[in-house]
């Protein structure tokens, strides 16, 4: 789990709140991921970063918004959630710049208010 | 696991012996499928990958199979010990994109 970390793992934030869930991989990978696991569906793709360049945006809203400024950081800023938005937030890496071999974070906990 | 409020199938098997666990998959496109396992409170962890041009491959106590013809992947570990019990999750790729379809996973529990 050391290869990509993520900060909180835990966040509990009211609706009108906002805040940032911060991704680290030390894997020396190109592709980043953000993906939402709820207890109601299987694992969502949100978006994707290849060479730091968004390459999928998975018809997200607006209210999450991702950055990556380079190829081992990625955030997810979050702002005016929904408590339908609780969920666990994952992020993984890939070697290529193709979806192979995705390795995933413990996941951050969000829990909105 | 994550997934506590979906209908999950759950494999109850005996320590000791071996567990099959099936998925099948939804677009005979594609090319490349994984299986994840996670535990309570982690993320998804990478077991084993095959691409479509291969039936068969085997890591350190589990094999992958893949029927192409029935559209059908089956993760299987030997000699299942309690620290197998998880949710696994078997994922596929289409056409070398970024997206992995995540199917919803089946809980494993292991009885000592």
């Known amino acids: 789990e050391t290869g990509v970390t993520q900060t909180p793992r835990h966040l509990v934030m009211g609706m009108t709140n906002k805040k940032s869930l911060k991704c680290e991989q030390h894997?020396?990978?190109?592709?980043m991921y953000w993906y939402k696991q709820s207890a109601k569906k299987p694992l969502e793709l949100m978006f994707v970063y290849s060479l730091e360049e968004r390459v999928e945006n998975n018809s997200v809203p607006s209210r999450f918004s991702p950055e990556c400024p380079n190829s081992s950081h990625l955030f997810l800023h979050l702002h005016t959630l929904q408590p339908e938005d609780s969920a666990l937030y994952l992020c993984?890496?890939?070697?290529?710049?193709?979806?192979?071999?995705?390795?995933f974070g413990p996941g951050t906990r969000l829990t909105v208010t | 696991g994550e997934s506590v409020g979906l209908h999950l199938p759950t494999l109850s098997v005996q320590e000791g012996d071996n567990s099959i666990i099936n998925c099948a998959y939804s677009n005979s496109a594609s090319d490349y499928f994984i299986w994840y396992k996670q535990e309570s409170g982690k993320g998804p962890q990478f077991i084993i990958d095959?691409?479509?041009?291969?039936d068969k491959r085997q890591g350190q106590r589990v094999t992958v199979l893949l029927n192409k013809t029935v559209k059908h992947l089956s993760l299987q570990i030997a000699a299942t010990q309690p620290g197998d019990s998880a949710v696994y999750f078997c994922?596929?790729?289409?056409?070398?994109?970024?997206?992995?379809?995540f199917g919803s996973g089946t809980r494993l529990l292991v009885r000592p």
């Open positions: 894997l020396g990978h190109n592709a």
């Open positions: 993984a890496s890939s070697p290529g710049t193709r979806g192979y071999e995705q390795y």
């Open positions: 994922a596929e790729n289409m056409d070398s994109s970024y997206k992995l379809i």
């Open positions: 095959i691409r479509s041009n291969m």
